[in-house]
């Protein structure tokens, strides 16, 4: 094998895993995101790029420079570490299962009108969570 072909096949093993890591922040800044009720337009004017830029940076296309990403970390109110909790060696694509889960909560959540019916939701979790303890 060619010394080019070694450095090629070494290059594209490197760039898939941090392409993992890119996805994996991606999808912790878009729950985040969604978490708040702020829509990719709104966010993308918070940190001062375009939509097209936040979006990106969702979808894990574009890497996030660490001053962006400690930007993106005051808009959303969190620590930057927030976007790295949960990550293991093994990062796929997409999110586990209970965090899809959340983020359709979350979703439709801020798609109930009434401020009243989303004072009832959260006292139906808080009662539901703590018949659980």
């Known amino acids: 094998m060619s010394v080019k072909l ?28 969604t978490m708040l ?8 004017d918070i940190i001062g790029v375009t939509y097209q830029q936040a979006h990106k940076y969702e979808k894990g296309v574009n890497r996030i420079a660490a001053g962006r990403l400690f930007q993106i970390a005051q808009a959303l109110g969190v620590e930057v570490g927030f976007f790295f909790e949960g ?3 093994s990062t ?8 899809r889960m959340l983020l359709e909560l ?3 959540f801020i798609a109930v009108p009434s401020r009243r019916h989303q004072e009832a939701i959260c006292s139906l979790a808080r009662a539901l969570a703590s018949a659980e303890e």
């Open 6 to 33: 070694e450095r090629q096949r070494a290059a594209g093993a490197g760039r898939s895993r941090a392409q993992d890591i890119d996805k994996f922040v991606g999808n912790r800044i878009r729950a985040r995101r």
């Open 37 to 44: 009720g702020l829509t990719q337009q709104q966010m993308a």
């Open 87 to 89: 990550m293991t060696h």
């Open 92 to 99: 796929g694509a997409s999110p586990p299962p209970q965090q």
């Open 106 to 108: 979350a979703r439709n």
